[in-house]
């Protein structure tokens, strides 16, 4: 069969118990279409690693609508009829369905019919653009109980979305997911054409969904919006204040929090721009002491700021081993992060902070950060940093600091 590695389920051959459902989330142009066409034939012709068992002979093809069954998943460019070798099956409009000269049959749904699943049963299902399934419950629902012939199997394919099934699947632990980028199927790619959308999508929500096949969400508690966020990213002006803020880890282990290293400055009209983000776990002290210093150098900065709860003053200490003459501003959290954050998201909301580029692991914090204190479950290190920057910058009272440029 043809396709790379990851589209083509190798795992089934080297799993005593392998998962009956195939979960493919990719980026657009990754492949999803032909990993689809090439698992139907697999099954048909029970070649393996797609069967287990000779030859599945029921199937069904579910798509958004009809239309997008037929016009992608059995005649699109990489659909089933399309890259067939040997004999093609034919396909049967009247009744909605292919047919293979061996008697297999792959039938034709919409999700904006699911009652049209009722009846029908199948030893096999392919699921594209799962994500963007109309009645999408009630859809997978019925295929769950048509799926009751010999050893039932399902392939999934979709661009990713924040919805809840989909989202549950991709924890669930009899689910395999296999994520694709659009640039690993580059090769087959118009030219230029994954230059030009990474120039205008990289690293937005947009592009990392729709590029690079991640499911990117926002809480619904979380303090910031991306949206928000992407919409007001511009490059920095003159600034007046350059700040690095560092919230150190307790411990310099692999799965120890990160280190937050985050530099912001103040523009001229009062408002805050987010330079950098060299946040990092698994830093040695000296490692995340050197790390900030020469953030410092680099953007010609006025001092770091360092939360001192965890190290005292250990802090201080190592970034004047690395470098004496670096002016340190320590700082000590008196209120839990929530509180500390809560002003800092309204200067956002208010339009006084922006970034001045994208800063996808950031920006990913920020947005799964909770009142719990946590973001993904973890210490949000990053968001640590940036708000000990920003209240450095906008939310202490001190004397008008001299114009610095960016140097």
Not at 135 to 152: H, I, K, S, V, Y
Not at 321 to 329: E, I, K, S, Y
Request: charged share 25%.
């Amino acid at each position: 069969m043809r396709g790379r590695p990851e589209q083509i389920p190798i795992w089934r051959s080297l799993l005593a118990d392998p998962p009956e459902t195939w979960l493919v989330v990719g980026g657009r142009g990754a492949g999803k279409t032909l990993l689809g066409a090439e698992w139907v034939a697999g099954l048909v012709r029970g070649f393996p690693p797609y069967s287990r068992r000779p030859k599945y002979r029921n199937i069904a093809l579910v798509g958004e609508t009809l239309a997008d069954v037929r016009e992608v998943m059995i005649d699109g460019p990489s659909g089933i009829r399309t890259v067939a070798r040997g004999s093609r099956p034919r396909f049967e409009a009247t009744r909605r369905r292919l047919v293979w000269d061996n008697g297999a049959v792959a039938q034709a749904f919409s999700s904006e019919d699911p009652d049209s699943l009722r009846g029908p049963q199948f030893d096999a299902a392919w699921c594209d653009e799962f994500a963007k399934w109309k009645n999408l419950q009630a859809t997978w629902d019925m295929l769950q109980f048509g799926l009751r012939l010999g050893e039932p199997l399902q392939l999934i394919t979709t661009t990713p979305r924040p919805v809840k099934l989909l989202k549950q699947l991709m924890a669930h632990e009899r689910v395999h997911v296999t994520q694709m980028r659009t640039a690993d199927n580059a090769q087959n790619l118009a030219a230029g054409f994954l230059a030009a959308v990474k120039e205008r999508y990289g690293e937005t929500r947009l592009g990392r969904q729709e590029l690079d096949g991640e499911l990117v969400e926002d809480r619904d508690d979380a303090l910031w919006n991306r949206a928000k966020i992407e919409a007001e990213t511009a490059p920095a002006g003159e600034l007046r204040r350059i700040v690095v803020a560092v919230d150190p880890p307790a411990s310099a282990t692999k799965r120890s929090d990160a280190c937050g290293i985050v530099a912001a400055g103040l523009e001229a009209d009062g408002r805050a721009v987010v330079l950098a983000d060299l946040s990092a776990a698994g830093l040695s002290p000296l490692e995340w002491a050197g790390r900030a210093v020469a953030l410092y150098h680099r953007l010609g900065a006025d001092c770091i700021v360092a939360e001192t709860n965890q190290g005292g003053d250990m802090v201080g200490t190592v970034i004047t081993q690395v470098d004496p003459a670096v002016p340190v501003r320590p700082v000590r959290a008196s209120r839990g992060k929530w509180l500390r954050a809560e002003p800092v998201a309204a200067l956002y909301q208010q339009g006084k902070v922006r970034h001045a580029e994208r800063f996808a692991a950031l920006e990913d914090e920020m947005c799964d950060f909770g009142p719990d204190g946590l973001a993904n479950g973890r210490s949000p290190d990053r968001v640590d940093a940036l708000v000990w920057a920003v209240t450095e910058l906008m939310l202490r009272q001190r004397s008008e600091p001299r114009v610095r440029g960016m140097g």
